[in-house]
Nanobody
Framework: QVQLVESGGGLVQPGGSLRLSCAAS????????MGWYRQAPGKQRELVARMSNGGSTNYADSVKGRFTVSRDYAKNTVNLQMNSLKPEDTAVYYC??????????WGQGTQVTVSS
């Protein structure tokens, strides 16, 4: 079992910035991917950004150039720096931890609201 604790999120005006952080504990693996997904009301959960233990990254097209995912491997944390936020970025953001065989673990979710 992997436990994920998220922090950050909140209300921000369009064009503003927020930073999300997530810490993993428990049965972590040396081979893993950590990242962030989001789910807006009435929509499916979608990938925002993720980074493997080898450093490779994937971003949703809608956030490229605005969001940056980073990791501290020693602390088993993943961060998401979100700049130039738009109203369409409003969603519940979930931290994700994937490891071989066991698959996905999820955080409890944190609300991000972009509104004037």
């Amino acid at each position: 079992q992997v436990q994920l604790v998220e922090s950050g999120g909140g209300l921000v005006q369009p064009g503003g910035s927020l930073r999300l952080s997530c810490a993993a504990s428990g049965r972590v693996s040396s081979i893993n991917t950590m990242g962030w997904y989001r789910q807006a009301p009435g929509k499916q959960r979608e990938l925002v950004a993720r980074m493997s233990n080898g450093g490779s990254t994937n971003y949703a097209d809608s956030v490229k150039g605005r969001f940056t995912v980073s990791r501290d491997y020693a602390k088993n944390t993943v961060n998401l720096q979100m700049n130039s936020l738009k109203p369409e970025d409003t969603a519940v953001y979930y931290c994700n931890y994937w490891r071989p065989i066991f698959g996905d673990s999820w955080g409890q979710g944190t609300q991000v609201t972009v509104s004037s």
